[in-house]
T-cell receptor
């Protein structure tokens, strides 16, 4: 199957700083990418949908100014957590889908964010 | 609103036996996709099986099969000949977005396969 690489796998940052997470499709063009958040032993909650070259669509309750999403190319989407606080600590997972892939979504490995 | 419900937070099964995980969903869509994903301790999401709603035949993938009951909006996963490597969290997921890959997940079921 297609490969999606997420970086970093884990990151620790200080409260008040910003952190960027990258999601790359390595062998296909990702027309759409999705960002999810997962708390321990809980489900994946969709945060936003991003299409290449356009603004992301955020789910209800997700602060767009806190979670900045950029999908500048067909192989890269980034999620920036701005002014991070301890309550932003979570596991963030991206997925990507592209034309000709049966619209199956391929997942990155996830990023564990810890804000101290 | 579309919802997915998994009513079994935890299940266990003896190695080599069969186990069934339940999933129900709610939608007004007629065309949609249903999935089962496995999330092992590494937390990498692994697609187990997918079902297209317009197909009446239940999907199968080796030891994994589904019982898709469209009228009842039920989509259960059967794992036959359970193996220790099947130990993981399993998520049922729904795509009613016109097949874009946008998924709504159930709460998950933690499956423990015992030796």
């Amino acid at each position: 199957g297609a490969v999606v690489s997420q970086h970093p796998s884990w990151v620790i940052c200080k409260s008040g700083t910003s952190v960027k997470i990258e999601c790359r499709s390595l062998d296909f063009q990702a027309t759409t990418m999705f960002w999810y958040r997962q708390f321990p032993k809980q489900s994946l909650m969709l945060m936003a949908t991003s299409n290449e070259g356009s603004k992301a669509t955020y789910e209800q309750g997700v602060e767009k100014d806190k979670f900045l999403i950029n999908h500048a190319s067909l192989t890269l989407s980034t999620l920036t957590v701005t002014s991070a606080h301890p309550e932003d600590s979570s596991f963030y997972i991206c997925s990507a889908s592209g034309a000709g892939l049966n619209t199956e979504a391929f997942f990155g490995q996830g990023t564990r964010l810890t804000v101290v | 609103a579309q919802t997915v419900t998994q009513s079994q937070p935890e299940m266990s099964v003896q190695e080599a036996e069969t186990v069934t995980l339940s999933c129900t969903y709610d939608t007004s869509e007629n065309n949609y996709y249903l999935f089962w994903y496995k999330q092992p301790p590494s937390r990498q999401m692994i697609l187990v099986i997918r079902q297209e709603a317009y197909k009446q035949q239940n999907a199968t993938e080796n030891r994994f099969s589904v019982n898709f009951q469209k009228a009842a909006k039920s989509f259960s996963l059967k794992i036959s000949d359970s193996q220790l490597g099947d130990t993981a969290m399993y998520f049922c997921a729904f795509d009613g977005s016109g097949n874009t890959g946008k998924l709504i997940f159930g709460q998950g079921t933690t499956l423990q396969v015992k030796p």
